[in-house]
C-alpha cells in the first residue's frame, strides 16, 4: 500500500519561503495526479494546485498563482510544494494528497478522488 | 473556478440519528464529487468518490447520491466515531473543497 511521507515542520520568517517535500512509500507517481491543500488552523480544506508528474503538468488554484511553485520527480516519487513571499496568513498544515491518474486532453489531465494522503506539515510563519 | 457551497455549517445530532449534509455546486460537475470525513489531527479520509461510490473499508452506513449541482451524503444510523468534519470535493479538473460540516453531539 503506497503511503506518501511528508517533510517535517517549519518555522520561517515572514518574507521568506518554504518547500515542502511528499515522497511515495511502497509506490510511484508513475500513474497519478498530486494535489497540495491547505488547513489553516481551525479553517476549512483549501485548494492549492496539482502537479502530473508523468507529464510534466501542474495547474495552480487562481489565489495561489505567483505565489506557489509545484514540481515533482518522477525517478524518486517525490513532489514538492514552494511557497514564496509569506505572510503570517500562510501559518498552516499542508497536505500532499494521490489519485489515480484517468487521462489527459486537450483541456488537461482528469484523475479519480484522492484516497493516499501525506500526514500533513505545520508551516508557522512568524518573525 | 467552480464554487462547492456545504450545508448545514455545523450539524448537531445523536447517535443512531440519520444525518443528511449538501453539497452544490456553482455549475454542473456530472458525477465527479467526493466526500471526504476529517477528525481533529489527522488528514482528510475518502468516503465517497464519483458522487455515490463508496470507498473500500468505508462502512455501509454513508450513502452519496446527486448528479449535475445537487449531492447529498448521508449517514443512515450515525456511531460514535462518526463526529467529525466533513468535506465535498469536486476534482475534475482543478478541484475545490466545500466549506466543511462539523457534526457534533447534541
Known amino acids: 500500500q503506497v503511503q506518501l511521507v511528508q517533510s517535517g515542520p517549519e518555522v520561517k520568517k515572514p518574507g521568506s519561503s518554504v518547500k515542502v517535500s511528499c515522497k511515495a512509500s511502497?509506490?510511484?507517481?508513475?500513474?497519478?495526479?498530486i494535489i497540495w491543500v491547505r488547513q489553516a488552523p481551525g479553517q476549512g480544506l483549501e485548494y492549492m494546485g496539482r502537479?502530473?508528474?508523468?507529464?510534466?503538468?501542474?495547474n495552480y488554484a487562481q489565489k495561489f498563482q505567483g505565489k506557489v511553485t509545484m514540481t515533482a520527480d518522477k525517478f524518486t516519487s517525490t513532489a514538492y510544494m514552494e511557497l514564496s513571499s509569506l505572510r503570517s496568513e500562510d501559518s498552516a498544515i499542508y497536505y500532499c494528497?494521490?489519485?489515480?491518474?484517468?487521462?489527459?486532453?486537450?483541456?488537461?489531465?482528469?484523475?479519480?478522488?484522492?484516497?493516499?494522503w501525506g500526514q500533513g506539515t505545520r508551516v508557522t510563519v512568524s518573525s | 473556478d467552480i464554487q462547492m457551497t456545504q450545508s448545514p455549517s455545523t450539524l448537531s445530532a445523536s447517535v443512531g440519528d440519520r444525518v443528511t449534509i449538501t453539497c452544490r455546486a456553482s455549475?454542473?460537475?456530472?458525477?465527479?464529487l467526493a466526500w471526504y470525513q476529517q477528525k481533529p489531527g489527522k488528514a482528510p479520509n475518502l468516503l465517497i468518490y464519483?458522487?455515490?461510490s463508496l470507498e473500500t473499508g468505508v462502512p455501509s452506513r454513508f450513502s452519496g447520491s446527486g448528479s449535475g449541482t445537487e449531492f447529498t451524503l448521508t449517514i443512515t444510523s450515525l456511531q460514535p466515531d462518526d463526529f467529525a468534519t466533513y468535506y465535498c470535493?469536486?476534482?475534475?479538473?482543478?478541484?475545490?473543497f466545500g466549506q466543511g460540516t462539523r457534526v457534533e453531539t447534541k
Open positions: 494528497a494521490k489519485a489515480h491518474l484517468g487521462y489527459c486532453d486537450g483541456t488537461g489531465c482528469y484523475s479519480d478522488a484522492f484516497d493516499i
Open positions: 511502497g509506490g510511484t507517481f508513475s500513474s497519478a495526479i
Open positions: 502537479a502530473v508528474p508523468l507529464r510534466g503538468f501542474v
Open positions: 455549475q454542473s460537475i456530472s458525477i465527479w
Open positions: 464519483k458522487a455515490s
Open positions: 470535493q469536486h476534482y475534475h479538473g482543478l478541484g475545490t
